[in-house]
């Protein structure tokens, strides 16, 4: 076999990056990732390394593209297993789990959870739609 690594993402997040390694382990498709420990370490290091890797075999990058491609692609379930739709356009390519301080009632909450630790941090879960942006 050929140990010519291929990247076939990169990420933020080490979340993000285990759950793509996880989808491809789990089609028994060999995968490493590079760079996770320093960039969870420290995610301002995302810039000098590249952001964290997901690498395959060269041999399998076409292969794994096409797996993670469908994975990403199919539909957002909510709690009541609905399939979750844009509000402005009705379109089912929707990104979720984007967290982030989102208002002015977010960030004096963040100030005062790290300075004090006695209010709980607020962070806002949101969706945004693929296809024309909105974030809902």
């Not at 990247?7 to 993000?16: M, P």
């Amino acid at each position: 076999m050929d140990t010519t690594f291929f990247t076939i993402r990169t990420y933020a997040y080490s979340i993000d990056a285990n759950l793509a390694k996880t989808v491809l382990e789990n089609e028994d498709m060999d995968c490493f990732l590079f760079d996770e420990h320093i960039n969870s370490i420290n995610p301002l290091y995302a810039v000098a390394t590249g952001g964290i890797k997901l690498k395959v075999y060269a041999e399998d990058a076409a292969k794994a593209d096409e797996i993670l491609k469908e994975w990403e692609n199919k539909p957002i379930l909510n709690e009541k297993d609905e399939v979750v739709c844009c509000p402005k356009c009705g379109s089912q390519q929707i990104e979720t789990g984007e967290l982030g301080v989102h208002s002015f009632r977010d960030l004096i909450s963040y100030l005062f959870a790290v300075t004090t630790t006695v209010f709980p941090l607020k962070l806002s879960y949101k969706r945004r739609c693929k296809d024309c942006g909105k974030r809902f």
